[in-house]
C-alpha cells in the first residue's frame, strides 16, 4: 500500500519507518523541518520519501494522521481534498499543555474529526500504546503479540487499519463503531499514565485475553 | 479481613463469595430478597453470612460497593456511618439503561461517590473486568494473572484494595488517584463492549506487560 504520513513526529515518524519495513510506499510529510522528513526517509529503508501533506495525501491507499490535536486543521487544510481517503488517526483530543482531553464523555476527538471530514473514511487507531513500544513490538513480532484496540464506522477502512495494525506487530481489537473512541481515548491515557508515571518505564503494551485462551 | 458486601448482584454476589474462598470473614448485603443473600452466603463456603448494610458495615475492614448507580444512595443511607470505612467501589455512573455513562471526562463516578462520603477512603477497582471472568481468574490463579487497574487518593485504602484483588487472581495495577477513574471507568466500557458484543464470550480479561517481560 502507499501509505502519507500526516505529522512525522514521535508516532508518526516510527509508524511510517516500520509501515515502510512491513513493505509500504510511504510519505512522510509535516515534521519541524524537511531535514528531518528526509532523514527519517532515509532511515526507514525500503520505499520512503520525504514530502508535503499534499504530496502525502496524492493516490494514498491510507493516511495516518499524527499531529498534535491543536494541529489538525493545518495539516489537513494542507493536505487538500480527502474524501473518501482512509484516515487512520492516533491524534488525541488533548489540550496544549497535553495534561487532559478537550473532549470526552458524549464526543469524542475521533467523532469530532469525522465531522469536519465528512467525506474522509476515519479509523481511530494506534493511539492506545506510547511510541515508545513500537519498535520493540514490531521486532518481538511472531510471539504472543500485544492488543491494539481500533474503531471506526466504515467496514472497508477498517480493513486497512488492521492491516496496518498486523504489519506492526500488534494483534488488531475491533472495537466497534467510532464512537466507541469516547472510550478507547480515555483508555489511551490510562495507558499513558501507567507508561510514564509508572516504574517500569514507558515500553508498556496491553492485551486482551479470552479466559479460556489463557 | 472483614468484608462487607453493598449490593450482592452480579458483581458483589461473586466477588463476595471469592473473597470468603480466599479466607475473609464476609457479610452479603442488600440483594433483591433475604432468600438471595443466604443462599450466596451458604455456597460461598468459608465464613460469609446475610445481613443489612448496617450489619454489612459494622466492623468491616473493608466495603465492596457494587450497586447499580441509581442505587448508590439508598445503600449507603442503609450502611449508616462510613467514616474512616475503606470502599472499594465497583459501581460504574451507568444511567438507569446500563447504557453509557452519566459522568464523565473532567469528572467520574468515584469522584462523584468521594465527594458525597467525604469522610470514608475511597478505592475504585472490581469495575474493569466483566463479572463472567472472575471465577475462571480465581480458580487459575498461579499463572499469568491478568492485570486489573484500581485508583484512590488514601494510600492505606489503597493497600486493602490490591491485597483484595490480588486475592481474587489479579495482578493489581495502580493507576494513581482518584481522579484516574475519568480514564478507568470509560476503560470499563471499553471491556465490556469487547466483551458482551465480541464473538468470543464474555469470559474476558486484559493485561498490562511491559514489552522487556513479554
Not at 504530496?55 to 499524527?66: I, K, M, S, V, Y
Not at 482512509?86 to 464526543?107: A, K, Q, W
Not at 483508555?187 to 508515571?197: I, S
Request: glycine content about 10%; some cysteine.
Amino acid at each position: 500500500m502507499r501509505i502519507g504520513i500526516l505529522g512525522s513526529g514521535l508516532m508518526g515518524g516510527k509508524l511510517g519507518t516500520l509501515f515502510a519495513r512491513a513493505g509500504h510506499e510511504v510519505v512522510f510529510s509535516y515534521a519541524r523541518s524537511r531535514k528531518k522528513l528526509e532523514k527519517l526517509a532515509r532511515d526507514a529503508g525500503g520505499i520512503a520519501r520525504a514530502g508535503t501533506p499534499a504530496e502525502a495525501a496524492r493516490d494514498a491507499d491510507a493516511l495516518l494522521l499524527a499531529v498534535h490535536w491543536s494541529r489538525v486543521d493545518d495539516v489537513v487544510k494542507q493536505a487538500g481534498d480527502l474524501s473518501n481517503k482512509v484516515i487512520v488517526s492516533c491524534s488525541l483530543p488533548m489540550n496544549d499543555d497535553d495534561t487532559e482531553l478537550v473532549v470526552g464523555h458524549r464526543s469524542s476527538g475521533a467523532e469530532k474529526l469525522a465531522r469536519k471530514l465528512r467525506k474522509a473514511r476515519i479509523v481511530s487507531a494506534f493511539n492506545t500504546v506510547p511510541s515508545e513500544v513500537l519498535f520493540g513490538v514490531f521486532e518481538a513480532r511472531g510471539k504472543t503479540k500485544p492488543s491494539l484496540v481500533f474503531c471506526g464506522d466504515d467496514a472497508g477502512a477498517k480493513e486497512v487499519a488492521a492491516r496496518l495494525i498486523r504489519d506492526v506487530g500488534f494483534d488488531p481489537v475491533d472495537a466497534g463503531p467510532l464512537q466507541t473512541a469516547r472510550y478507547t481515548e480515555p483508555f489511551a491515557l490510562l495507558v499513558a499514565r501507567l507508561a510514564y508515571e509508572g516504574e517500569d518505564g514507558p515500553e508498556l503494551a496491553y492485551r486482551f485475553e479470552h479466559l479460556s485462551a489463557t
